[in-house]
Each structure stands twice: as C-alpha cells, then as structure tokens.
C-alpha cells in the first residue's frame, strides 16, 4: 500500500514537472529560477539575522502566506481575459526593482533589498502577460508590503507610545479587578515582579502582523458590501491594540501566578499564540456585529 502511493506521489510530481517543461511555461519557469537567484540569498541572510528575533519572528510565516497568495492567484490571471503587454511600462518597473535589490544588498539596507521584489513581479508579470492580469495579482503583491522590514528610526518612534498604551490600559483593567499592580512608564509592578512591555510584546511590527492577518482575512471572505470591507478595515487597528493588551494580560497574570520562569518560558511563546488567536476572535466578532447591524438597517421589503 505504501508503495502504491509514493508511486502515485512520484507520477504527481513528474506531471507537474513535465507542464512546468511545456514550451508555454518555459519562459515562466527561466523568470523563477531569475527571481529565486536573486531572493533566496536575501531570505538566508532574513533568516539569520533580523527574523530570529521576537520583534520580526512573524516574518517567515508573512513569506510562506504571500507564497502561497500568489500561487492560488494563478488561476484568476489564467481566467482573466487576455491583454497585451506592456513592456513600455514594464521594463522601468523591472530595471527599478533590480537596480533598488543591488543596492540594497551592497549598502545593507533590508528595506530597498527586499522591498524591490514588488515592483520587480509586477514588470514581470506586465512584460509577460498585461495590466489586466496585474490588476489580478494587485493583492498578493500588497500584502509583500508586509515583508519589508521598517527603518529603525520609524519603528523607535512609534513603538514607544504604543507600549505605553499597552500599559495603561493593562494596568487599569488588571487594577479594575482587584490585582496589586502599578505602573511605571512601560514597567509594570505586580506583586514581587516586574515586568518591562518589550517591543515584541507590543510593538509595530505586531501591528504590522495584526494588520496582514485582518487584510488576508477580508480577501478570503470577499464580502459583497464595500461598507463592510471599509468599516472592517478600519476597526483592524484598535483589534491590533486590543489584542496586544490581552497578550500583556495574560503575561503578567501567568509571571505573578506561576512565576517569572512561567511567563519568560514556554508560556511566553504561548502567550504570542493567544495574541494572533485573540486578534482573530476579535475580527471575526466584529465582522459578525457589522453584518448584523447591515441587515437590521436595511429597509424592510413591502409585502
């Protein structure tokens, strides 16, 4: 039986490799293998560096999800109605992207290297088949938005506020249910601990997770009301807020409960599941309400 079914694996992967061969995906399968040498060095050294890190650990999982978008947007390009290309405009986006990547990896900055893929697809995808079916691939190619890691200067600025909101609001509600917890800029005191609100905790780049999250959430539902996509859209940053604090919550009950080894150990990565978790409780909640009060202000229909 298991014989059976790696030959029936086998025979699945020689038929994806003989279609990739064909002579009208050849062109397509040169591009890949371009594109992979240009970004796969790019993606070892995220991997090393700037990804192994609690701030922008999502970042992995943001690449397999705009992998993944682009792959299943494949479909919609092959069914949307043929246009021509446009090499005019196509290879000013290609020569940006590639110019932008070369001097991002020669001056070591992440933000030009990485973000050039953008514009460098969608020369691509223009030179070899037409703005009709980059219009297709417009939501893929935004999300990519979410891969490009943000200045420090940018991400200091910002980052600080939002920690300290965090904070205020987590020290009240604890404070609101009878817990002995004050507040010190972003350290909260409770009990015999102290606990410091870190960037990963409640920084921009959870933000920036929190947001691709809502916006991968509202492409795949494909609401028909553009009142609900909008209202949607809008209430992702205070969801993001919200789930940040819960995340902050749960941290320190679980460090004044357990310990400071519970809440700096396996509870802590398990704290940062409860958040994603949490953010999408959240949106689909809402998502409900803005549904329901769509319906109940509608006009009823004359008998």
Same mark, same amino acid.
């Given at each position: 039986?298991?014989?059976?079914?790696?030959?029936?694996?086998?025979?699945?992967?020689a038929?994806?490799?003989?279609?990739?061969? =064909? #002579? &009208?995906?050849?062109?397509?399968? !040169?591009?890949?293998?371009?594109? +992979? %040498?240009?970004y *796969?060095?790019?993606?070892?050294?995220?991997?090393?560096?700037?990804?192994?890190?609690?701030?922008?650990?999502?970042?992995?999982?943001?690449?397999?999800?705009?992998?993944?978008?682009i792959?299943?947007?494949?479909?919609?390009?092959n069914?949307?109605?043929?246009?021509?290309?446009?090499?005019?405009?196509?290879?000013?986006?290609?020569?940006?992207?590639?110019?932008?990547?070369?001097?991002?990896?020669?001056?070591?900055?992440?933000?030009?290297?990485?973000?050039?893929?953008?514009?460098?697809?969608?020369?691509?995808?223009?030179?070899?088949?037409?703005?009709?079916?980059?219009?297709?691939?417009?939501?893929?190619?935004?999300?990519?938005?979410?891969?490009?890691? =943000? #200045? &420090?200067?940018?991400?200091?600025? !910002?980052?600080?506020p939002?920690? +300290? %909101?965090?904070? *205020?609001?987590?020290?009240?509600?604890?404070?609101?249910?009878?817990?002995?917890?004050?507040?010190?800029?972003?350290?909260?005191?409770?009990g015999?601990?102290?606990?410091?609100?870190?960037?990963?905790?409640?920084?921009?780049?959870?933000?920036?997770?929190?947001?691709?999250?809502?916006?991968?959430?509202?492409?795949?539902?494909?609401?028909?009301?553009t009142?609900?996509?909008?209202?949607?859209?809008?209430?992702?940053?205070?969801?993001s807020?919200?789930?940040?604090v819960?995340?902050?919550i749960?941290?320190?009950?679980?460090?004044?409960?357990?310990?400071?080894?519970?809440?700096?150990?396996?509870l802590?990565?398990?704290?940062?599941?409860?958040?994603?978790?949490?953010?999408?409780?959240?949106?689909?909640? !809402?998502?409900?309400?803005?549904?329901?009060?769509?319906v109940?202000?509608?006009?009823?229909?004359?008998?």
């Amino acid at each position: 039986m298991a014989v059976r079914g790696g030959a029936t694996w086998s025979s699945d992967l020689a038929a994806v490799a003989r279609s990739l061969w =064909l #002579p &009208g995906n050849r062109p397509w399968l !040169l591009l890949g293998v371009g594109v +992979l %040498g240009m970004y *796969v060095p790019t993606v070892v050294g995220l991997l090393r560096t700037v990804w192994s890190s609690d701030e922008q650990g999502h970042g992995p999982i943001v690449l397999a999800i705009a992998v993944w978008l682009i792959w299943r947007a494949r479909a919609l390009v092959n069914e949307t109605s043929s246009s021509a290309p446009a090499p005019l405009f196509a290879w000013p986006l290609i020569l940006f992207g590639a110019l932008t990547h070369a001097i991002g990896g020669a001056m070591d900055v992440l933000m030009l290297e990485v973000g050039s893929v953008i514009p460098l697809l969608a020369g691509l995808v223009l030179l070899m088949r037409g703005p009709k079916q980059l219009a297709a691939m417009w939501f893929p190619l935004l999300f990519m938005v979410f891969l490009v890691p =943000l #200045p &420090g200067v940018v991400v200091d600025a !910002l980052t600080q506020p939002m920690k +300290l %909101g965090v904070s *205020v609001v987590a020290e009240h509600v604890l404070y609101w249910f009878g817990y002995p917890i004050s507040r010190s800029g972003v350290i909260l005191q409770i009990g015999p601990y102290q606990l410091l609100v870190a960037d990963a905790c409640a920084g921009l780049h959870t933000l920036f997770t929190l947001e691709a999250l809502g916006l991968l959430y509202l492409n795949l539902v494909r609401h028909s009301s553009t009142l609900r996509n909008v209202v949607l859209a809008i209430l992702i940053v205070p969801i993001s807020f919200t789930a940040n604090v819960i995340r902050v919550i749960i941290l320190t009950l679980i460090t004044y409960h357990f310990g400071d080894a519970a809440g700096q150990g396996f509870l802590h990565g398990f704290a940062g599941m409860v958040l994603f978790l949490a953010a999408l409780v959240l949106i689909i909640s !809402l998502d409900s309400l803005i549904r329901v009060s769509l319906v109940r202000g509608q006009p009823s229909k004359p008998a």
